[in-house]
């Protein structure tokens, strides 16, 4: 493993290496990761410089592209607050941990620490967030990561029936207000929902509860998995969404949350998340086929 410092796309970065991946962190704004790539290949995350959303009453929040943490609620005035000043970076064992100045308005402190364990394409990230302010505030962790646009995400419904009989329902599938249902985009089936990543206008949203603890997108033929844990009896925002897809002409996000808490004053909560990089590894939206990769990779076992 590797790091040093380093620059993308002409921010001031820290670059961590192993032999098969590279990963750049951002030190003037974040925290984020805006740059992941197997060596030799292009970068996966989406480059957005001049995208930006408004936060009301405060300013304009920079997307830059990659990975970032937020939590949720989705609340603009809140979710949308500014992260552009300079974060602390520290190494690690096997990596790097960012951290965040407190935001102004809540206290919350936001932390990545990124790591390579080995020299295969595997990232792990721990996500922290801390209540630094005078209140308790009700969230959930809530990673996103920004992949480039023309790729298949593939998000796995849960297989198992919820009784003995296979009576009651066991698939929940949320719907955001300006999600098209019949978009051509979006394939349904009964194993898996599939999104291609090729909108010409408009945005698109959907989520579910994940038990099986996994989504993914492929991409210029890598094949990028996000694993995060469900909790089945935890509570979620979102309509207990803990993966979720958003996609616009610009960008396909990958999403995962955890369960809804109440983070008192002091306090800490941790968001673990792996990703793991499969390089000739296609995707299309046929079950059958993602059953067979799902197999071969051992995505679930």
């Known amino acids: 493993m590797e790091i040093k410092q380093s620059s993308f796309n002409d921010y001031k970065c820290v670059q961590l290496s192993n032999p098969c991946l590279s990963l750049w962190v951002a030190r003037e704004f974040g925290p984020r990761i805006i740059g992941l790539s197997l060596n030799g290949g292009e970068n996966l995350f989406a480059e957005l410089p001049d995208a930006r959303i408004e936060c009301p009453g405060t300013g304009w929040y920079s997307l830059y592209g990659g990975h970032r943490l ?53 990232v792990l990230l721990d996500h922290r967030i801390t209540n630094r302010g005078m209140r308790p505030i009700r969230l959930a962790p ?7 646009t023309g790729g298949t995400a593939v998000m796995p419904l849960q297989a ?46 959907i989520g579910c509860p994940n038990p099986r603890g996994w989504l993914g997108y492929a991409l210029q ?45 002091g306090q800490s909560v941790n968001f673990k998340e792996q990703w793991k990089l ?18 071969e990779l051992g995505l679930e076992s």
């Not at 609340?75 to 100045?101: A, H, K, S, W």
């Not at 935001?103 to 390579?116: D, N, P, Q, R, Y």
């Not at 809530?142 to 480039?148: A, E, L, R, S, V």
Request: one cysteine or more; aromatic letters at 12%; proline letters at 9%.
């Open 278 to 295: 499969f390089p000739g590894i296609s995707i299309e939206p046929d079950q059958v086929v993602v059953d067979r990769i799902v197999t």
């Open 142 to 148: 809530w990673t996103i990561t920004m992949m480039k």
């Open 221 to 265: 033929g890598t094949f990028f998995v996000k694993f995060a844990s469900f909790v089945p009896q935890g509570f979620y925002f979102d309509r207990r969404s803990s993966s979720e897809f958003y996609c616009d002409p610009n960008v396909l996000e990958v999403e995962a949350l955890g369960k809804r808490i109440m983070l008192e004053p």
């Open 70 to 122: 937020w939590y949720a609620p989705e609340y603009p005035p809140v979710t949308y607050l500014p992260d552009d000043e300079p974060v602390d970076i520290q190494e690690v064992q096997n990596g790097l941990r960012v951290t965040q100045q407190p935001e102004k308005g809540t206290g919350l402190v936001k932390a990545i620490t990124v790591s390579l364990p080995s020299s295969d394409p595997h």
């Open 160 to 205: 198992e029936m919820e009784d003995e009989f296979g009576v009651l329902p066991n698939r929940t599938i949320n719907l955001w207000p300006y999600t098209k249902v019949d978009s051509p985009n979006i394939q349904i089936q009964n194993r898996y929902i599939f999104i291609e990543a090729n909108l010409q206008e408009g945005k698109q949203k």
